[in-house]
């Protein structure tokens, strides 16, 4: 059986240790919290202080920066990109290869479009059809 962690080294030259998530292989940071019932696919990073919640999808590929909040139920895409401190409400979908900048807030049940970006902290509440409302 091999091993269940890879190290990764960044920008900074620093060492980071990944652990392969149970549901779903993709890498979680020392430091993130997922939770059990959480999906995160093969090629998803998690980074340190991000906290997943029950039943959550990280698609593959997607990017998961540090200290962002993923609410329960939420569905990220493949590629999307959530910036560091951003948080995602419960039952909101991210579209494939959206990007959540720094600190912005996704209302509870929003829909994200592919290829939308949300900018460094805005704040961005949607109905089921991804049309904006006031957040």
Do not use: F
């Given at each position: 059986?091999?091993?269940?962690?890879?190290?990764?080294?960044?920008?900074?030259?620093?060492?980071?240790?990944?652990?392969?998530?149970?549901?779903?292989?993709?890498l979680?940071?020392?430091?993130?919290?997922?939770?059990a019932?959480?999906?995160?696919?093969?090629?998803?990073?998690?980074?340190?202080?991000?906290?997943i919640?029950?039943?959550?999808?990280?698609g593959?590929?997607?990017?998961?920066?540090?200290?962002?909040?993923?609410?329960?139920?939420?569905?990220?895409?493949?590629?999307?990109?959530?910036?560091?401190g951003?948080?995602?409400?419960?039952?909101?979908?991210?579209?494939?290869?959206?990007?959540?900048?720094?600190?912005?807030?996704?209302?509870?049940?929003?829909?994200?479009?592919?290829?939308?970006?949300?900018?460094?902290?805005?704040?961005?509440?949607?109905?089921?059809?991804?049309?904006?409302?006031?957040?």
């Amino acid at each position: 059986m091999g091993k269940n962690y890879v190290d990764i080294e960044n920008d900074r030259g620093e060492t980071l240790r990944y652990r392969k998530h149970a549901n779903g292989r993709g890498l979680i940071a020392h430091g993130a919290k997922v939770h059990a019932t959480a999906i995160v696919e093969t090629g998803a990073y998690v980074e340190p202080g991000v906290r997943i919640a029950e039943r959550a999808h990280i698609g593959r590929g997607a990017w998961i920066e540090s200290d962002a909040v993923i609410g329960p139920d939420a569905d990220i895409a493949t590629h999307a990109h959530i910036g560091p401190g951003a948080a995602i409400g419960a039952g909101s979908k991210i579209g494939i290869r959206a990007y959540i900048g720094a600190g912005a807030r996704v209302a509870v049940g929003s829909l994200i479009g592919d290829d939308v970006t949300i900018d460094d902290g805005e704040r961005v509440a949607t109905d089921r059809r991804g049309e904006r409302h006031a957040a």
